[in-house]
Structure formats: C-alpha cells, structure tokens
C-alpha cells in the first residue's frame, strides 16, 4: 500500500513539474512586442468608421517565469460624420488619428492559454490634432475659418469616443485561448473571445 501511495505522489509531482514547465514554456515564448492587423471595431458612433492595430508587449517576471506586466498601444484611424452644419452647408466629415495605451498583468495557464487583467486606471488616449481633418462638400475660405475653431470640441468628443471604446471593444478580454507559434515563432496564432487572431513578432 505504501509502495503504491508513494507511487501516486510521484505521479502528481512530474505532472505538476510538467505543467509548470509548459506554462514557463509558453511565457517564454510569449515574452516580446507582437503586432496584429488592422481590425475594425464598433464606437458609440454609429456613423464611424474605427479601425484599430494592437501592439501588446509581454514582459516575464523572473520570479515566476510564467508571467507579468503587458503593456499595449492602439493606433486608431475614425472616419465619420457629424450633424453639425453652418451657412446651409453640408454636415462635416471627420477623419482622425491617433494612440491608446493601457497596461496590466499576465500570467500563463496551461500549455496554450493566459490570463490577462487590465488597468484600466492606467489607460491613456491621444488624439493627434495634426491628423485631424474636417472637411464640407463644398469648402470656402469662410468655411475653412468655422472649422478651425470646431476642431477642439471635435477632438475633445473623439478622446471621449475612443476612451469608452477600449474597455468594451477592444480590451474586453481577460483570457486569451488556443495560443499557436508558428513561422519560427515570428507569429502567433490565438483565439480572443470567439475570434481569431494573428500578431506578428516585433522585438
């Protein structure tokens, strides 16, 4: 009976030292900057057009080794319109660019899988006002002053946009599944919610 208890312990013991090593496997591989394609993603704005890139950096903690800090940068690109109108013009069409950062923790649970908890305290949103265009159908001088003095308040309801769409749209994810090295480990497979993903090695 001792024998056969003492052999079940073994068992537990190379299946807990097995899965530790997979996850710090995992995280090892994880560690460094990926990129994925653009994607477009719903605002509260209807009538935009979003369209986001992530860039997610993975550090690994020596302590752990299975994981630690993630910091991630959005670049964003907004296409839309708005009902503002002056001398019987036409409404306003905004295109606009810009960045979102936010950070957080990681940790890897299994062969394939990691958690991820974000912070959202730590998000930031920068909306470039050199890439802020507005534009009428038709533009005269006069329309092009109006515009100008539009362009704060317009750039001040983009941050706005852009801040409550993070959370929901693009961070909305606290575990990412089914994570697959592939061309030499210079990209990644993953599933993200119900979505699959490919993020290319930066660093």
């Known amino acids: 009976m001792r024998h056969i208890i003492s052999a079940l312990c073994v068992a ?54 299975t994981g630690g800090d993630v910091d991630a940068t959005v670049k964003f690109s907004i296409l839309t319109g708005t009902q503002l109108q002056a001398a019987d013009v036409q409404p306003i069409s905004i295109t606009a660019e810009g960045t979102a950062s936010v950070s957080g923790r990681w940790e890897a649970t299994d062969d394939d899988e990691i958690v991820v908890n974000w912070n959202f305290s730590t998000l930031k949103v920068n909306v470039d006002p050199d890439a802020v265009s507005l534009d009428y159908d ?5 329309d092009s002053e109006t515009l100008m003095t539009l362009k704060p308040a317009v750039i001040k309801a983009l941050t706005a946009t852009i801040s409550s769409a993070m959370p929901t749209e693009v961070f ?14 210079t990209s990644l497979k993953c599933e993200i919610g119900d979505k699959d993903y490919v993020f290319n090695r930066l660093l």
Do not use: H, M, Y
């Open 12 to 65: 537990a013991g190379a299946i807990a030292f097995t899965s530790c090593n997979e996850k710090a496997k995992l995280a090892d591989s994880l560690t460094g900057t990926w990129s994925s394609a653009p994607e477009r993603i719903a605002t509260a704005d209807t009538r935009a057009t979003t369209t986001v890139e992530r860039t997610l950096t993975f550090l690994n903690d020596e302590s752990s080794n």
């Open 138 to 142: 038709v533009v005269t001088q006069n």
């Open 172 to 185: 909305n994810f606290g575990k990412v599944d089914d994570i697959k090295f592939i061309n030499n480990s």
